[in-house]
C-alpha cells in the first residue's frame, strides 16, 4: 500500500489549498482514509477522516468549518481542501488509511503516507 500526499507549499493567511493523496496498492473498500498534521514542536494531531464506502467524514474541532476533505473513488484519490488558512496550521500533513474513521481518529492507523508541507504566513 502507498498513499502519496501532495499539494502542500506557502499560502498567505486566509487563503486555501488543496491537499492530494494518491492511493496505491489495496482498495480503501469498507475502510477509511484520513489526514493528520505535526506542526513544529508539537505532537502529531487528527486533522479529518473520511469513509470510503459512503464519504462520511469526521473533523477535529480546528478544522470543522474550513476543511473539507473529500475523495474521488474512480481516481482513488483523497483530498483535503483547506481555506481561511491560519498560521497556527502551518506543518507538515500526512494522509493515513485505516479501518473506519474512529479508529483513524484515534491514532488507529495502518498506513502512513509521506507528508507534504504546509506553511501559512500572517
Known amino acids: 500500500v502507498q498513499l502519496q500526499a501532495s499539494g502542500g507549499g506557502l499560502v498567505q493567511a486566509g487563503g486555501s489549498l488543496r491537499l492530494s493523496c494518491a492511493t496505491s496498492?489495496?482498495?480503501?473498500?469498507?475502510?477509511?482514509l484520513g489526514w493528520f498534521r505535526q506542526a513544529p514542536g508539537k505532537e502529531r494531531e487528527f486533522v479529518a477522516a473520511?469513509?470510503?464506502?459512503?464519504?462520511?467524514?469526521i473533523y477535529t474541532r480546528s478544522a470543522k468549518g474550513r476543511f473539507t476533505i473529500s475523495r474521488d473513488i474512480a481516481k482513488r484519490m483523497v483530498y483535503l481542501h483547506m481555506n481561511s488558512l491560519k498560521p497556527e496550521d502551518t506543518a507538515v500533513y500526512y494522509c493515513?488509511?485505516?479501518?473506519?474513521?474512529?479508529?483513524?481518529?484515534?491514532?488507529?492507523?495502518?498506513?502512513w503516507g509521506k507528508g507534504t508541507q504546509v506553511t501559512v504566513s500572517s
Open positions: 493515513a488509511g485505516g479501518r473506519s474513521t474512529d479508529d483513524i481518529e484515534s491514532d488507529g492507523v495502518d498506513y
Open positions: 496498492g489495496r482498495t480503501f473498500i469498507n475502510r477509511a
Open positions: 473520511i469513509t470510503w464506502n459512503l464519504g462520511t467524514a
